[in-house]
């Protein structure tokens, strides 16, 4: 592989990675892997889910040890054996699923691990200065004294980086960064990005979006099945070719849908208010519908009700006050086996949070595949489950789905975020329900993913689903919905038609400006 152009023998790469292989069992994840990352740049790794781009990372910062190949960092052959080495090396990492302590503050999570001797006064009193000379450096700005689960996901991501940083990392990899971001927050870790690049900090950013790749990366490496494809300049390529790449065939950027064709009424929501689990309402009067053969979107900057919003369509949240009717049946979804009670009206429910509703990661993919469906005839035996039955059935979503590996027996935790995200809606999506809630459909999904589900998607609703769909990517919103409704503050505060709307009249809409209001039709 050939550096990318201005490499210089006296100043080497800040990484450099020769031959770099890694199976676990049978699975070849990393392929005689070649990398440079130029020192003071921000370089993009691309690829599929399950192409090997966190298991090469995670071989770089010490999680897992190569089988073969070196590593080379600022031009010294490296053993990195854990995490603490690399730190020492000057590696840090951002995890996708962030590594905070949930009711420490901000200032405690920045050292914990890193305090030093017994006394912890004075380690938080030099870590609050040095918490604060690194904010101001990288405008990185937070509340040291805030708790974690009271401060944004945008700010848990900054306490993340500004740990790093504390620990005297020079080259930071962030992990699908922007996956539980929205917009706003996205680009406010660009700007964040950018400020890191300009001091001289070298960036590694894996992600499957390319607009992103195309905004702040300098250079971008693709991969594919275990192997490295290609590495480019940024400025010489495009998303069109950085596609073709990753999935090895042309891939269609852009959804292809005739126009819907809506029926009866099958989703009606009137007058719901909905609180949080602080008694809060988080949904307030809201009244909606959605007929058989139509996509209706839901656009608003996350934590505007939207969450509450479906999990109280889904059962799994009580409503204060409001009715939902099914088909134009009142139903009552309210007791812990509200989720049951919607499945069996003909509900199915694809939640935003995969790994905290949507699966349980310690149980094996066929286990996940009938979750919540266990107690139907397909999957039973009188008061016994058919585990044949259900093993068969996993391994038939797996392979429409194109779950990778293949493997209905593997833990599920062992699986990539993109795939886990899989399991979810090939269980979902294949119990043939008349009314599809999804939350965040591909978060976290390769472009090949996304391009799959979004025709599972659209083939759903031209067999006369019902689909109530909310995302925080504004063009997955426009792109997929027949109708959308924009939440803010827990309310309805307009109706766009996506084939006109611009983006800015959304966005104005989404930040309570310029609200049309009223109920929608």
Same mark, same amino acid.
């Not at 790469?13 to 070649?34: Q, S, T, W, Y």
């Not at 990392?169 to 996205?186: Q, S």
């Given at each position: 592989?050939?550096?990318?152009?201005? $490499?210089? $023998?006296?100043?080497?790469?800040?990484?450099?990675?020769?031959?770099?292989?890694?199976?676990?069992?049978?699975?070849?994840?990393?392929?005689?892997?070649?990398?440079?990352?130029?020192?003071?740049?921000?370089?993009?790794?691309?690829?599929?889910?399950?192409?090997?781009?966190?298991?090469?990372?995670?071989?770089?910062?010490?999680?897992?040890?190569?089988?073969?190949?070196?590593?080379?960092?600022?031009?010294?052959?490296?053993?990195?054996?854990?995490?603490?080495?690399?730190?020492?090396?000057?590696?840090?990492?951002?995890?996708?699923?962030?590594?905070?302590?949930?009711?420490?503050?901000?200032?405690?999570?920045?050292?914990?691990?890193?305090?030093?001797?017994?006394?912890?006064?004075?380690?938080?009193?030099?870590?609050?200065?040095?918490?604060?000379?690194?904010?101001?450096?990288?405008?990185?700005?937070?509340?040291?004294?805030?708790?974690?689960?009271?401060?944004?996901?945008?700010?848990?991501?900054?306490?993340?980086?500004?740990?790093?940083?504390?620990?005297?990392?020079?080259?930071?990899?962030?992990?699908?960064?922007?996956?539980?971001?929205?917009?706003?927050?996205?680009?406010?870790?660009?700007?964040?990005?950018?400020?890191?690049?300009?001091?001289?900090?070298?960036?590694?950013?894996?992600?499957?979006?390319?607009?992103?790749?195309?905004?702040?990366?300098? &250079?971008?490496?693709?991969?594919?099945?275990?192997?490295?494809?290609?590495?480019?300049?940024?400025?010489?390529?495009?998303?069109?070719?950085?596609?073709?790449?990753?999935?090895?065939?042309?891939?269609?950027?852009?959804?292809?849908?005739?126009?819907?064709?809506?029926g009866k009424p099958m989703l009606e929501v009137k007058k719901l208010t909905v609180n949080d689990d602080r008694k809060v309402a988080r949904v307030k009067d809201i009244s909606l519908t959605v007929r058989a053969g139509e996509i209706v979107g839901i656009a608003g900057v996350?934590? &505007?009700?939207?969450?509450?919003?479906?999990?109280?369509?889904?059962?799994?949240?009580?409503?204060?006050?409001?009715?939902?009717?099914?088909?134009?049946?009142?139903?009552?979804?309210?007791?812990?086996?509200?989720?049951?009670?919607?499945?069996?009206?003909?509900?199915?429910?694809?939640?935003?949070?995969?790994?905290?509703?949507?699966?349980?990661?310690?149980?094996?993919?066929?286990?996940?595949?009938?979750?919540?469906?266990?107690?139907?005839?397909?999957?039973?035996?009188?008061?016994?489950?058919?585990?044949? $039955?259900?093993?068969?059935?996993?391994?038939?979503?797996?392979?429409?789905?194109?779950?990778?590996?293949?493997?209905?027996?593997?833990?599920?935790?062992?699986?990539?975020?993109?795939?886990?995200?899989?399991?979810?809606?090939?269980?979902?999506?294949?119990?043939?329900?008349?009314?599809?809630?999804?939350?965040?459909?591909?978060?976290?999904?390769?472009?090949?993913?996304?391009?799959?589900?979004?025709?599972?998607?659209?083939?759903?609703?031209?067999?006369?689903?019902?689909?109530?769909?909310?995302?925080?990517?504004?063009?997955?919103?426009?792109?997929?919905?027949?109708?959308?409704?924009?939440?803010?503050?827990?309310?309805?505060?307009?109706?766009?038609?996506?084939?006109?709307?611009?983006?800015?009249?959304?966005?104005?809409?989404?930040?309570?400006?310029?609200?049309?209001?009223?109920?929608?039709?």
């Open positions: 592989m050939q550096r990318p152009s201005g $490499a210089a $023998a006296a100043n080497p790469p800040a990484i450099e990675l020769k031959g770099i292989n890694k199976h676990f069992g049978p699975v070849h994840a990393n392929r005689d892997i070649d990398l440079v990352v130029e020192r003071g740049t921000v370089h993009g790794i691309v690829g599929e889910n399950g192409a090997g781009k966190s298991t090469l990372m995670s071989i770089l910062y010490g999680f897992y040890t190569a089988d073969s190949g070196d590593i080379l960092v600022n031009g010294l052959v490296q053993k990195i054996t854990d995490s603490r080495h690399a730190l020492g090396l000057g590696i840090g990492m951002v995890h996708q699923h962030f590594m905070l302590v949930d009711n420490f503050t901000v200032l405690e999570n920045v050292i914990l691990g890193a305090e030093g001797r017994f006394r912890i006064a004075p380690a938080l009193h030099k870590a609050r200065a040095a918490l604060k000379a690194l904010a101001a450096e990288y405008k990185l700005d937070v509340d040291p004294d805030a708790i974690i689960e009271e401060i944004s996901v945008g700010q848990q991501q900054r306490v993340e980086i500004l740990k790093a940083l504390y620990r005297g990392a020079d080259i930071l990899i962030l992990d699908e960064p922007t996956g539980v971001l929205t917009p706003e927050e996205a680009d406010d870790l660009f700007r964040v990005l950018r400020t890191l690049r300009e001091q001289g900090k070298t960036v590694i950013l894996i992600t499957h979006k390319l607009r992103e790749i195309m905004a702040i990366t300098d &250079n971008v490496s693709v991969m594919r099945q275990g192997a490295m494809v290609r590495t480019l300049k940024t400025a010489d390529t495009s998303p069109g070719e950085l596609a073709e790449l990753m999935v090895g065939r042309r891939v269609l950027l852009q959804v292809e849908k005739q126009p819907s064709l809506p996350a934590g &505007n009700g939207q969450s509450e919003l479906l999990e109280c369509i889904a059962g799994m949240r009580d409503p204060v006050s409001g009715e939902i009717r099914l088909a134009g049946d009142k139903i009552s979804l309210r007791g812990d086996d509200g989720g049951r009670k919607a499945r069996l009206a003909g509900l199915a429910h694809v939640p935003e949070d995969r790994q905290r509703m949507g699966l349980v990661t310690s149980f094996e993919a066929w286990e996940n595949s009938i979750l919540g469906y266990e107690y139907t005839e397909q999957f039973g035996r009188g008061p016994f489950l058919d585990i044949k $039955a259900a093993r068969a059935h996993a391994e038939e979503r797996i392979k429409t789905f194109d779950v990778r590996p293949p493997n209905p027996r593997l833990k599920t935790a062992n699986f990539s975020g993109g795939n886990q995200q899989k399991i979810v809606l090939a269980r979902e999506l294949g119990q043939d329900p008349d009314v599809l809630i999804v939350g965040q459909p591909t978060r976290g999904v390769d472009i090949g993913a996304i391009e799959f589900i979004h025709k599972q998607i659209i083939a759903m609703r031209d067999a006369g689903k019902a689909i109530l769909l909310v995302s925080v990517e504004l063009d997955e919103i426009r792109s997929l919905s027949d109708r959308i409704l924009v939440m803010f503050d827990g309310r309805i505060v307009g109706e766009a038609d996506p084939a006109k709307a611009t983006e800015n009249e959304l966005g104005l809409m989404m930040a309570g400006i310029a609200a049309t209001g009223g109920e929608t039709r």
